[in-house]
């Protein structure tokens, strides 16, 4: 491996450095960027062949960084004979690509002109200016993170920003609504290269809030901020999304945010049309309320007469089926109704929900595939997936992809946790996928006159994918390690086990129920394993906790945004009790679509789909996806991903 090599080996290996150096990256880090600075400074390719010898140096000591570059390693690049064939060509490219990699992007706001910390005026307009810098602007009052590179060939991106607010407490005027992303931020930014609003408060007795949402290509949101002006001046800032790197694939049709805001909740949808924005006109103790009922339909199907059936089949007899999808209608249609048509909600409200609705209606006419809606919320984790989208209860009208959970193909992006932890975004092929299953294997009764193979089969069905590549683990304490790390990078975190919650809700108390009895706490192992140590490889997490009922609170708590904080580039879980026959069922069907290149909300889209086609079977509901749609657990280099049916 030549300079040039390692070099390129380092500008790809960057956002994966914390988690392959481990403990000594924050000290590492300040003394390789001082080299590269030097590097990329360097005029001739006998300078930077040097630079690359120190920065080596460096980084050869930790072993899974020196593993990647043992090319390079096996002799010192300051000491390349003349006329050996070392491909310069692209060095000086590279170095400067190397310079630009560490830097993470940020979107900075300023209100230009405005002192920081002065009050605002009521009836005075001031302008907000948005810009990305490759540093923490020191004078801006807002900054975030944000993931997103130029496409191949191109110097910049473009973003679409979105401002709101509350059009009782303050006016907007969009002045320009593109952001330019820089593949290298130039020593001026030109003055078109920002976003600009005018933003005028309408009153200055109680803080305004804003939401700004920066999206590219179609809906796919890449950042989310919420800026509050306090009446006597200072500005508070937070960001409700980790940098997202995801694939070059179609957006969402439409993108929904949630963002609690002054005591309250405020609302936005995002179609490819435009946006709308709104206040909801409930509280969390009234949100809570009606969570609890429109689950209430989901515990009826599996707690009522038809749960026996449920239990035992696959296949649904079709006056079963029809009674449970009466039920999750008229919860799902209360619920819709709660939301959008609420007494006191505003028309703009109702405009939000008119968006779902048409897109649902042109979808059941045929016109347009599935919709693909990416949901974002800061605090309440709703049951999107439970509503059903129609004005009214129309029983001799009644249709199963009504309900968002079957016919779209709806994810939850995560938000952001504080931690930096950028995961790929595939895995890489088939061939080299490492998986890691923890299991109950007391699920199979053994020992018993009653033994069953639910665990053993899976384990069987993953030695068959991934032959010696898919470690098993049974007891809490061995997951416990495995959590700690270091270990091999794994693609895939897969869980199928029992799941109890605490008494109190949000519960610190969750765990699951391993081989044994032997139960991982939540509480504890936040403590063993905290969310500053990211997991290697950054998997996909499956929690198919089977034969548990957590009831999960509106706000967000348990084992997902653990995983999630700990760099989990997604999480799928269940929220009901679901039966363990139907749990492995579910698994093999999920698991073939994405060993296939199917992405993750197809894959969940298509199996849930295929069970209520097939068994008019509607427990595809159980199942949520936290993480970006697009994206894939191995990538096929030969084969196109299924779409969806």
């Known amino acids: 491996m030549t300079a040039r090599d390692a070099v390129a080996e380092l500008v790809a290996q960057w956002p994966r450095l914390p988690e392959l150096v481990g403990p000594g990256w924050s000290t590492l880090r300040p003394r390789a960027l001082e080299q590269i600075g030097l590097l990329a400074s360097a005029t001739t390719d006998a300078e930077r062949r040097r630079g690359v010898g120190k920065l080596l140096r460096l980084f050869l000591p930790h072993p899974r960084v020196g593993a990647l570059l043992a090319g390079p390693a096996a002799r010192d690049p300051r000491r390349t004979p003349e006329g050996e064939p070392d491909d310069t060509a692209e060095l000086s490219e590279l170095c400067r690509q190397l310079a630009a990699a560490p ?128 009446p006597a001046g200072p500005v508070e800032q937070s960001a409700l999304l980790p940098p997202l790197t995801t694939g070059d694939g179609e957006g969402p049709d439409i993108s929904i945010t949630l963002m609690s805001a002054g005591g309250g909740h405020q609302l936005c949808v995002q179609d490819r049309t435009g946006a709308a924005f709104a206040p909801l006109p409930h509280g969390v103790t009234e949100l809570s309320s009606k969570v609890r009922e429109v689950r209430r339909g989901l515990g009826q199907l599996l707690g009522g007469p038809g749960g026996r059936v449920y239990a035992t089949s696959l296949t649904i007899p079709k006056d079963v089926y029809q009674q449970g999808l009466r039920t999750l209608a008229q919860h799902g249609v209360d619920f819709f109704r709660a939301l959008f048509r609420a007494p006191g909600g505003s028309e703009d409200l109702r405009k939000l929900g008119d968006m779902l609705l048409h897109a649902v209606d042109e979808a059941e006419k045929g016109a347009t595939p599935p919709p693909r809606i990416e949901i974002v919320s800061d605090e309440l984790c709703l049951p999107w997936h439970l509503m059903y989208i129609a004005d009214r ?44 299953l923890a299991v109950n294997s007391d699920i199979d009764r053994p020992g018993t006159d009653r033994p069953r193979t639910l665990v053993s089969g899976q384990l069987d069905y993953w030695r068959g994918r991934l032959a010696n590549r898919a470690e098993t683990l049974y007891e809490s304490e061995e997951v416990t390690r495995a959590l700690v790390g270091p270990r091999e ?43 500053e140590e990211p997991l290697s490889g950054a998997p996909l997490v499956v929690l198919n906790t089977c034969e548990s009922a957590p009831p999960w609170p509106v706000r967000r708590a348990g084992f997902p945004p653990y995983f999630l904080a700990k760099g989990a580039r997604g999480v799928v879980c269940t929220e009901a009790k679901v039966p363990m026959e139907f749990g492995t069922e579910w698994a093999r069907r999920f698991f073939d679509r994405l060993l296939a290149g199917v992405p993750l909300g197809t894959a969940l889209h298509q199996v849930s789909h295929e069970l209520l086609t097939e068994h008019h079977n509607l427990l595809g509901l159980l199942y949520t996806a936290h993480g970006d749609s697009g994206m894939l657990l191995v990538r096929q280099p030969s084969a196109t991903p299924a779409r969806q049916p």
């Not at 602007?137 to 975030?144: D, V």
């Not at 992809?401 to 950028?422: A, E, I, K």
């Open 489 to 531: 990078p794994d693609a895939l975190w897969y869980f199928y086990c029992h799941l109890e919650e605490g008494e109190d809700q949000p519960s610190e108390d969750t765990r699951m129920v391993l081989t044994g009895d032997r139960r991982l706490w939540l509480r504890r192992v936040r403590n063993t394993a905290p969310y």
């Open 393 to 436: 209860y129309r029983e001799d009208e009644l249709s199963p992809t009504r309900l968002l959970g079957l016919g779209s193909r709806v994810t939850l992006v995560p938000l952001s946790s504080g931690q930096r932890h950028r995961p790929p975004e595939a895995c890489g092929s088939l061939d080299t996928l490492r998986a890691l």
């Open 103 to 230: 830097y993470e992007q940020w979107i900075s706001a300023v209100f230009e002109g405005h002192p920081p910390g002065e009050p605002f005026e009521a009836g005075r307009v001031h302008t907000l200016a948005f810009t990305v810098d490759r540093h923490d602007h020191p004078f801006a009052f807002a900054t975030a993170q944000l993931d997103l590179a130029p496409a191949a060939g191109e110097d910049s991106a473009m973003l679409d920003v979105t401002l709101h607010g509350d059009p009782d407490a303050v006016t907007i005027r969009p002045v320009r609504t593109r952001l330019t992303v820089h593949r290298n931020v130039p020593a001026s930014v030109p003055e078109a290269a920002s976003a600009v609003f005018e933003v005028t408060p309408r009153r200055t007795d109680r803080p305004v809030v804003l939401m700004a949402r920066f999206t590219r290509g179609a809906a796919r949101v890449s950042q989310v901020l919420r800026l509050t002006l306090r």
